[in-house]
């Protein structure tokens, strides 16, 4: 039973334990320069990236409570690769910040929180895990102490999860009462579809939506996104929205598979809603952060096109799309962080000609912009158009066709304002661009992981195939 | 042989330009990895025309790598005489684009690290065999033009630059909703992109009449096709001399490209129940451009007119769906390209010499610069299809092909598109007349110097071939006519 605990859940008991030394040297009595602990930070997470891909098992814990298989384990490696990235790139942020060991124990407990949620075979231990991921949020949402902007984030973040979760607690209480069971396992014998289960069904999926906002559930993201310190904005919209797509993916197609015809319907409205308004604010951002809130909300909706998809090819779609992501918008954010830290300048003016002082930090972002617009040879081309097949070819019938054209129509939407941002890097003039920056080592490091997964998680078709075979579970 | 070499080749130009230093070195590489590029492609025509007596497969030198097998995408390149002709053409503009820009002084790393990846695209897009692959080549040429346009353009870039991406991505995004449709659409199970398998099977005629219009049209809006041409004039004119080239050569040749190969050859059927509405917006295209031509004051301007006026007779040919029709439009594809390369060399140096491209200010160039002037004649009098030329014979087999189509009101829109050759006359003479011959209005252009050897040996290169179809048609003919022949079979069997 121990070496089974130990075992399964060895991906939660790595980030235990460095939860743990971070707070031994926060309580201990030697006082840690901050560029020596956030080096020992990075080791410990590159370390929890290596465990969380080797030597993972599959099996149930606890009657069934927490579960854990290949998928899901790829899923958990995936984020901590993110947060990896992410330590990386906010370096120079945290450099001059006073609570540093205080900021990854807060991360690394939602990311614990978010593996519990992945992994949870019940409804509990799914509200628990994301109650866990979101809390300790709204804290480092406010980690920019001395901006007013940052705190009010924080308080829009936490009231907005909380009438969120709410919603899906109310939605879990009527589910148990209408089928006696929390059970994901046991959920498809008992759903048939009742009034009051499919009430329940829509607040519970109202309650996702709104953790990866998607509209009518997006009014908080671009405020908080723009107030909150650029490492946890990307932490906010690659890790958090990943961990709950995850869930999110598995739980329809496992636990709510009955009600498939209901929640298609919902998908499809709420996907084409989505990525037009997503689309159409992000035209009229300046702000880089909110701009690529904006444009997040319309990616979702383009996930949602894989969600309805057949389920083995809607599954793998969704994970290869978000592994990309990772990439590309990590990439992105990488480049804002950066020079956000050392310059404070965040709007696309401020880009302008950004070409002719930093050409490598124009190139990297240049092509995570790419790659979030689809274009080859960056794997977003793969992954966006693997969405859309997906959602055009579900397992026994057809999709909806109109659906795949308003997206691909979408598409042209968004590759303007991606290249709008291009545009002002290479062609603008502008008398006062961003001085020449010398980039430190990790956010160096942090970049061309990016870059190179950006351009190798596509041609190299055998990762797609890996997460194809790791899907057929479902 | 073995066709991924041609991918591969610009690829690794590409990477050693990125890490060369100095506008010497990096044209030296892109000029040494183009002119390989251009022997390897010799070496593939000969070998394929070899190879042709004794295979009759439809495709030669095919390859096929399973690239993704959970949704059966392939990597399956081969060549019929279609498009050795095409990646022949491309290999000419490529080399005759980076010895035009010879003197690149700004970011010149990049933007030869630009053209030779814009060329990977074009001969990816040439030897695919599966659509998907083919539309991923596809993509690929697209973001280089929106990056050479809109850093080393002249004139309104950032607009042009930006409109012709946008109408290129949403060309693209219509041809992907028409390969999702004929991939699921096709076969119940065991979808395939593979163009082989597909044009076996026959596709539902419910299928072909939903998505042709989404391939042709897309693909479509790559070549120009009316009302979907207005980023042509814009696009080509803003765009520095290399990238203008690239564009009208190669770039709008994709477009030709996939109408014919993937829309008509793959859904017959819809081709010929849509034949009215494509000989009616081609032939209004090729009109209408001409028309348009004649009122540009512009010499860029012009020729991107002209172009849309030009293309128009591929599509026109294509619409015609008759065996000489088609092939005239491949011709016309291929005398196009060389013609309208050679076209837009020229204009760049003029342009770089008498900083105007304003055709009112030039004038008496013939004295100044008689080489220059000698090759924009050559161009223009082909664009006019004087005999001689390879526009003469395209143009006339297209309308030889297009008079086989019996039909009343195709022969009306036949006639239509034959006169606007006149119209070509008068603007390629009238701007020749005032730019290139009479008293020079400007003394500073006394100064001015004739063509380097890098040009002389760029419009050499474009003039021989324009000159060798133009005289030994049966040649071109003859290397195209095995691959119009598989497409005109299984058209004709729809016909009957």
């Known amino acids: 039973m121990l070496n089974d605990f130990l075992i399964l859940m060895k991906q939660e008991l790595v980030i235990t334990v460095i939860i743990f030394i971070l707070l031994f040297i926060k309580v201990g009595s030697k006082d840690w320069k901050n560029e020596s602990l956030l080096k020992l930070i990075n080791i410990l997470l590159l370390l929890n990236v290596v465990f969380s891909f080797i030597g993972n098992q599959e099996g149930v814990l606890f009657n069934d409570m927490f579960k854990t298989n290949n998928l899901i384990s790829f899923e958990k490696g995936i984020l901590s690769l993110g947060v990896f990235i992410i330590s990386l790139s906010s370096y120079s942020w945290l450099q001059n910040h006073k609570h540093v060991a205080e900021f990854y124990m807060l991360l690394l407990s939602t990311l614990l929180g978010m593996f519990l949620m992945i992994s949870s075979g019940n409804l509990l231990l799914f509200y628990i895990g994301l109650e866990m991921s979101t809390i300790p949020l709204a804290a480092v949402v406010n980690f920019n102490l001395d901006k007013k902007q940052s705190s009010e984030a924080a308080f829009k973040l936490i009231i907005s999860s909380a009438f969120s979760s709410g919603l899906l607690l109310f939605g879990i209480s009527l589910m148990y009462g209408t089928t006696g069971t929390l059970f994901f396992s046991e959920l498809p014998q008992t759903l048939t579809g009742t009034p009051i289960q499919l009430l329940a069904f829509i607040l519970l999926f109202a309650g996702f939506a709104f953790k990866i906002s998607v509209v009518p559930f997006h009014l908080w993201t671009a405020d908080v996104y723009e107030g909150a310190p650029v490492a946890v904005t990307s932490y906010l919209s690659v890790i958090s929205k990943g961990a709950v797509l995850f869930v999110f993916v598995s739980v329809l197609y496992g636990a709510f598979k009955p009600l498939a015809a209901t929640w298609y319907n919902m998908l499809f409205i709420l996907s084409v809603v989505t990525i037009i308004v997503g689309n159409l604010f992000a035209i009229r951002q300046n702000n880089l952060k909110r701009f690529l809130a904006f444009s997040s909300i319309a990616q979702v909706g383009f996930i949602l096109i894989g969600i309805s998809g057949s389920s083995q090819a809607g599954t793998a779609s969704v994970i290869y799309f978000i592994l990309i992501y990772v990439f590309s918008n990590l990439a992105a954010f990488a480049v804002i962080s950066f020079i956000s830290a050392v310059t404070g300048k965040e709007t696309i003016d401020d880009y302008k000609a950004l070409y002719t002082t930093n050409p490598f930090l124009s190139w990297v972002i240049t092509i995570a912009l790419f790659s979030l617009a689809g274009v080859p040879p960056t794997a977003g081309f793969f992954g966006k158009y693997f969405l859309l097949m997906a959602g055009t070819g579900i397992a026994g019938s057809k999709g909806l066709i109109i659906w795949i054209i308003i997206a691909a129509l979408n598409l042209i939407i968004s590759f303007y304002y991606y290249l709008r941002v291009v545009k002002a890097i290479f062609m603008d003039a502008n008398e006062t661009p961003i001085e020449k920056l010398s980039i430190p080592l990790l956010p160096k490091i942090a970049m061309i992981i990016c870059v190179a997964g950006v351009v190798l998680t596509g041609l190299f078709s055998f990762i797609y195939e890996y997460i194809f075979s790791l899907s057929s579970g479902f | ?496």
């Open chain 2, 1 to 496: 042989m073995n066709l991924s070499f041609l991918i591969i080749l610009p690829l690794i130009t590409a990477i050693i330009i990125l890490f060369v230093k100095g506008l010497k070195q990096v044209r030296t590489v892109a000029l040494a990895g183009s002119l390989l590029q251009l022997a390897l492609v010799f070496n593939l025509l000969f070998q394929y025309l070899k190879e042709r007596t004794n295979n009759t497969a439809a495709m030669l030198f095919q390859y096929d790598y399973n690239w993704f097998d959970s949704l059966n995408i392939h990597y399956h390149v081969g060549v019929d005489g279609i498009s050795v002709a095409m990646i022949l053409l491309t290999s000419l503009v490529v080399v005759a684009g980076v010895l035009v820009s010879w003197a690149q002084e700004t970011l010149s790393k990049e933007f030869f690290f630009l053209l030779i990846f814009l060329s990977l695209g074009a001969y990816g897009f040439f030897i695919s065999l599966d659509l998907f692959t083919m539309f991923f080549f596809l993509e690929v040429a697209v973001i280089p033009k929106f990056l050479l346009i809109g850093i080393w353009g002249s004139g309104k870039k950032e607009y042009s630059a930006m409109k012709l991406a946008l109408m290129l991505m949403g060309g693209s995004a219509l041809i992907f909703v028409g390969l999702a449709g004929v991939y699921y659409y096709t076969f119940s199970n065991n979808q395939s992109f593979d163009l082989l398998t597909i044009a076996q099977a026959n596709i539902p005629l419910l299928t072909q009449k939903i998505f042709f219009p989404f391939l042709f049209i897309g693909f479509g809006i790559f070549t120009a096709l009316f009302p979907f041409h207005t980023w042509v004039p814009d696009g080509h004119s803003s765009a520095p001399t290399a990238a203008s080239m690239f564009l009208a050569g190669i770039s709008m040749k994709l477009g030709g490209y996939g109408c014919l190969r993937v829309a008509t050859y793959l859904m017959p059927d819809a081709a010929h129940e849509y034949q009215w509405i494509i000989l009616l917006l081609s032939t209004i295209g090729i009109i209408y451009g001409a028309f348009a031509t004649m009122m540009q004051k512009d010499l860029k301007y012009i020729n991107a007119y002209s172009s849309v006026s030009h293309t128009g007779f591929v599509l026109f040919g294509i619409g015609m769906l008759t065996r000489t029709s088609i092939n005239g439009a491949v011709m016309q594809m291929v005398s196009h390209g060389l013609m309208t390369a050679l076209f837009f060399a020229a204009i760049g140096m003029i342009y770089s010499r008498a900083h105007t491209r304003m055709v009112d200010q030039l004038g008496g160039m013939l004295k100044v610069m008689p080489f220059i002037s000698t090759v924009f004649m050559i161009a223009g009098l082909t664009s006019l299809g004087l005999p001689g030329f390879s526009g003469f014979v395209a143009e006339m087999t297209v309308f030889m092909g297009s008079w086989q189509n019996a039909d009343t009101m195709y022969r009306v829109a036949t006639i239509l598109a034959c006169a606007s050759i006149v119209v070509t006359a008068v603007y390629i003479l009238r701007a020749a007349g005032k730019a290139i011959m009479g008293p020079i209005t400007n003394e500073q252009y006394n100064q001015l110097t004739d063509a380097r050897w890098n040009e002389k040996f760029a419009a050499a290169l474009l003039i021989i071939a324009i000159v060798v179809i133009g005289i030994a048609p049966f040649w071109l003919n003859d290397l195209i006519g095995s691959g119009t022949n598989t497409i005109m079979n299984k058209v004709l069997m729809i016909l009957k």
